[in-house]
């Protein structure tokens, strides 16, 4: 039985509800909740619907390649603070709490491996890593994996997961897509397959760049691939919007990817790919 | 001279600087750094001030578009329309035409003077048909040997349902990637407002210049309040924080050269500015015109691949 309220809240009368808070472990497209064992167990794919959870980005190395095969390139480039940018808090102090609470020292992880004894280079993403957001460091890791991809003569793969360019390094982040175009022209002219998977969500600034220039294109479901995303285009334009608006479905039929590629399934995807390719 | 004067005088040295290619991004020139101090010095009070004058400027209703430019320094001019698969985007014009004697290929956002026609031109944002006709006109630049200018001048692409569709984001990064394959010379300038991927689509070139007065940014300073500050109203703040002006993106080596506007903006004298656009635009062309074309793809990439600060 419930007991009758008294609301005293004055400021806040008018404001909207505040956002149910989900833990990360209940999926919000069915409400299944599971223990940190299974999601991991499971690829953090829901058992039930199907939703694809985000997926950290040495797990997902550690998903994809042979055991033990992975050996990280440029872990020691990390970003600077070029602009002293300050909003509600200073640029380096998200930078370290970024660092602190992933473990990571930026939102990407480049290095070689193997991957069913094919020999490739891996560029993979991490959106926890404040929005998986591109600025100067990304750019560069990116780009030496090309590099090394070129000079080992192995085939690229890249897995993204970003909202976009880094805002807090200002223009600077923006030459982050010319950068990492340049270098996958490079890729292009030295004839070494690049194989992209997207995963959610792959937008703006990351989309308009290397993610949409590989040889074949995968997505995982339910993925947003969009360069301005819904809630942008419904601010701006009033439009309203199909129900798929950006998901990797809608991308598939309007012909901007090659497939959409289940996690589970994505380990003899790319074996297969990197066969035909060898 | 009044303290406005000394500082347009030391920005169009210091351009003139930063344009000779020993120079470009490194100061290993005391004359180049004594004058980037007395620069800092000038503005220190009001830099932040300054900023906002170029955003404000860089839109001016008055502002010239890239069609004022074409009618005043293209001859023979020729508007390609279509990207030959959908449709004929309004918001980037392309077209040949005769610059200083040769035929150029040439690229620009345009925006609209009245209602109507800024709304056909959905106010300088390309869908991704813009950017395939641009691509079409950079092909028949590279197979006929024509430069390529690109005039910027758009908010950003454009945010639609049908433009997402049309894959928007791959266009933008094809567009960059074309560029990045050319073998002509291409200059580009930032004539208003370089609105994050909708700009850097056609400004992937040898040489990137920007006007005194335009702005070259991720994001407008008005997305980025509402992002960063929760407050669309905070687009002062935002902009001085992250520095879209053209001396900023200069001391960034984000840009090559800076290109002097008439007193108090370009709005107020459309001749001075197209002459001043003219003149820099030649001798960009010129100083690249006798690099061969294999060369001139290799520096580029160079150029792009260096531009960043990280640990």
């Known amino acids: ?278 | 001279m009044t303290e406005k004067d000394q500082e347009l005088n030391l920005r169009q040295r210091l351009s003139g600087l930063s344009r000779l290619p020993l120079l470009r991004g490194v100061r290993v020139n005391g004359e180049s750094e004594r004058l980037e101090r007395q620069l800092e010095r000038l503005q220190a009070d009001t830099s932040d001030e300054a900023i906002w004058r170029s955003v404000e400027l860089a839109r001016h209703a008055d502002r010239p578009y890239t069609m004022d430019y074409v009618e005043r320094f293209i001859d023979d001019w020729v508007e390609l329309h279509g990207d030959r698969g959908r449709a004929d985007d309004g918001a980037l014009v392309t077209g040949l035409g005769k610059l200083d004697g040769r035929t150029v290929a040439l690229i620009g956002h345009q925006k609209g003077r009245d209602v109507k026609e800024r709304l056909d031109r959905q106010f300088g944002m390309a869908y991704p048909e813009g950017y395939h006709k641009a691509m079409r006109v950079m092909e028949i630049a590279e197979r006929f040997g024509f430069p390529v200018i690109s005039l910027i001048d758009t908010p950003g692409a454009y945010p639609g349902v049908a433009a997402e569709q049309h894959g928007q984001g791959g266009a933008i990064a094809r567009s960059q990637a074309e560029m990045a394959r050319l073998t002509v010379p291409t200059v580009a300038c930032i004539i208003g407002e370089g609105g994050s991927g909708g700009a850097v689509a056609i400004a992937v070139s040898d040489r990137v210049l920007m006007q005194e007065h335009a702005i070259y940014s991720v994001i407008t300073p008005e997305g980025c309040a509402a992002i960063l500050w929760r407050d669309a109203g905070e687009a002062k703040k935002a902009a001085a924080a992250f520095k879209p002006d053209a001396l900023h993106c200069l001391e960034l080596g984000v840009i090559d050269g800076i290109v002097a506007e008439p007193e108090g903006g370009a709005q107020n004298d459309h001749d001075e500015a197209a002459r001043l656009l003219r003149t820099a635009l030649v001798e960009n062309l010129e100083e690249l015109e006798d690099t061969p074309g294999e060369e001139l793809r290799r520096r580029r990439r160079a150029k792009f691949r260096g531009m960043g600060v990280f640990a």
Not at chain 1, 34 to 47: G, I, K, N, Q, T
Request: charged share 25%; glycine share 8%; net charge negative.
């Open chain 1, 1 to 278: 039985m419930s007991e009758a309220r008294i609301d005293v809240q004055v400021e806040h009368k008018h404001a909207p509800p505040p956002a149910e808070k989900k833990h990360p472990n209940t999926c919000p497209k069915c409400g299944s909740h599971y223990r940190d064992d299974e999601l991991a167990a499971a690829l953090w794919v829901c058992s039930h619907c199907g939703h694809h959870f985000p997926m950290r980005a040495r797990a997902r190395i550690d998903w994809y390649t042979d055991p033990g095969s992975f050996m990280e390139e440029a872990a020691d480039v990390r970003s600077e603070d070029p602009l002293d940018f300050f909003d509600l808090r200073p640029y380096a102090e998200r930078l370290s709490e970024a660092e602190l609470n992933t473990g990571l020292n930026e939102a990407a992880l480049i290095g070689q491996a193997t991957i069913d004894g094919h020999p490739v280079e891996l560029s993979v993403m991490d959106f926890t890593f404040m929005g998986g957001s591109m600025g100067s460091a990304v750019g560069e890791k990116f780009s030496r994996a090309c590099d090394s991809a070129i000079e080992r003569g192995v085939p690229l793969i890249s897995v993204t997961s970003s909202g976009g360019a880094r805002m807090q390094e200002g223009i600077l982040s923006l030459m982050q897509l010319p950068k990492t175009v340049c270098a996958v022209e490079d890729l292009h002219d030295a004839h070494i397959p690049m194989i992209t998977v997207m995963a959610h969500p792959t937008t703006a600034g990351v989309l308009a760049s290397f993610a949409s220039l590989g040889d074949v294109t995968i997505a995982e479901p339910g993925a947003l691939i969009a360069f301005t995303g819904p809630r942008v285009v419904q601010q701006t334009t009033r439009e309203k919007l199909p129900d798929d608006f950006g998901l990797a479905e809608q991308n598939l039929r309007f012909g901007h990817i090659d497939a959409i590629v289940p996690r589970a399934e994505q380990r003899d995807h790319l074996t297969r790919l990197l066969r035909l390719f060898a």
